[in-house]
């Protein structure tokens, strides 16, 4: 069996992403050096982004795996080094195309993120459920996404989407953690166990700004930030920073909710966004015969959608009725959704088609760079 060549190991180191970055390693020039003896045996160098780096064990396991299929190679052996300062700066303006001050991506004219601001009245109404699992669905379905845990007071997307380490800092720049392949970030990351968050608004602003520009998202084709209930300051930032942002009212079907969520849909009047639906959550209890309990009554979600279609101009529907479901709970606790730990339950199937209403337009090629250039 002949000796593997060092481009055929770089070929398939290719194909090797940082689990933070989502990019090869190839590419983020962390690939440092590779030897392969005359036995076959072959040494790959790879630098961290940090020393203690985190994702260390999963790059030193993918690099290896990835090494050992190249045919004629024996033995795989990672020597973990990390970047120094010059090198994570070439880093950071590699990734973001310039060593300025950090912007926010999605506010550029050739951006193609779908932005969705999940918005209620009230707390209660398992706004961040819906916003966790239409998450983990679009995922599933192979896109790219993020999630902004904007709840700052009441962050919990970190524990429904099983996040377990904390985000990385490459000088400025922090690299969200991965968890169901979904980037996310949240307050819950830099505080201490459970300690309560009490700011104002002026930091509240900074902290949504720096969650938008310092955090790398890469080419996400969805970011979902879940917001806190109400139309506080988190709101109005939002609609400063991202006025692109489309608005998704979550609601319970009871009367009293209905009215707390069309104040959370109408805010759009004044920030000129646009509310793209209303999703009503717990809408019923499926029962052993089939037939379903209504705990919470019904008709909230249309109600809020008429009023909204009528306070707006536009058109607002209900774009999904979500049953409850006693997994779901559970689910959230475990850290996985459960449109992947029961992909099947009735609950699971209406987010599922919630999430393709909401990314159905393809991103299409406006704004983007094919690549070429004039002869």
Same mark, same amino acid.
């Given at each position: ?49 940090? #020393? ?31 970047? %120094? ?12 195309? +310039?060593?300025?001050? #950090?912007?926010?991506?999605? %506010? ?9 601001? @999940? ?36 962050? +919990? ?18 690299? #969200? ?53 109400? %139309? ?44 793209? =639906?209303? @999703? ?54 475990? =850290? ?8 099947? +339950?009735?609950?699971?199937?209406? @987010? ?9 337009? +393809? ?13």
């Amino acid at each position: 069996m002949s000796v593997p060549t060092v481009e055929a190991i770089r070929s398939a180191l290719d194909q090797v992403l940082d689990p933070e970055i989502r990019k090869p390693i190839t590419e983020l020039d962390m690939v440092e050096k590779i030897d392969v003896a005359d036995s076959g045996a072959v040494t790959v160098r790879v630098l961290l982004t940090i #020393p203690g780096c985190p994702m260390k064990n999963t790059i030193t396991r993918d690099v290896t795996n990835a090494v050992l299929g190249v045919e004629g190679v024996t033995d795989a052996h990672v020597d973990l080094g990390s970047m %120094t300062e010059e090198q994570r700066e070439n880093l950071r303006t590699k990734l973001r195309g +310039s060593s300025g001050e #950090p912007e926010i991506p999605f %506010t550029k004219p050739d951006s193609l993120t779908r932005v969705y601001a @999940i918005a209620s009245g009230k707390g209660g109404v398992g706004k961040s459920t819906v916003t966790a699992n239409l998450a983990a669905a679009m995922a599933e379905d192979g896109l790219r996404v993020g999630v902004l845990d904007a709840d700052v007071y009441g962050f +919990s997307i970190p524990r429904m989407m099983g996040v377990e380490q904390p985000p990385t800092r490459v000088d400025d720049m922090i690299l #969200p953690p991965v968890s169901h392949d979904v980037k996310v970030i949240s307050i819950g990351m830099f505080v201490p166990g459970n300690q309560a968050v009490v700011w104002r608004g002026p930091m509240l602003h900074r902290a949504l700004q720096q969650f938008l520009a310092d955090v790398f998202w890469g080419d996400l084709d969805v970011l979902l930030l879940d917001l806190p209930p109400g %139309t506080g300051d988190i709101a109005i930032s939002t609609a400063q920073l991202l006025p692109n942002a489309e608005i998704v009212v979550i609601t319970t079907p009871q009367a009293a909710a209905a009215d707390v969520a069309e104040r959370a849909g109408s805010i759009a009047v004044q920030t000129k966004q646009r509310t793209v =639906g209303v @999703i009503e959550n717990m809408s019923w209890l499926s029962q052993p015969d089939g037939s379903k309990l209504e705990l919470f009554g019904s008709g909230g979600g249309e109600v809020v959608a008429d009023r909204l279609t009528e306070t707006l101009g536009t058109d607002v529907n209900v774009i999904g009725q979500v049953p409850l479901d006693v997994d779901a709970g559970k689910a959230s606790d475990e =850290g996985t959704p459960i449109v992947l730990s029961h992909p099947n +339950s009735p609950a699971s199937l209406v @987010i599922k088609d919630i999430a393709k209403q909401l990314t159905h337009r +393809s991103r299409g090629l406006a704004g983007r760079s094919l690549g070429v250039s004039p002869v």
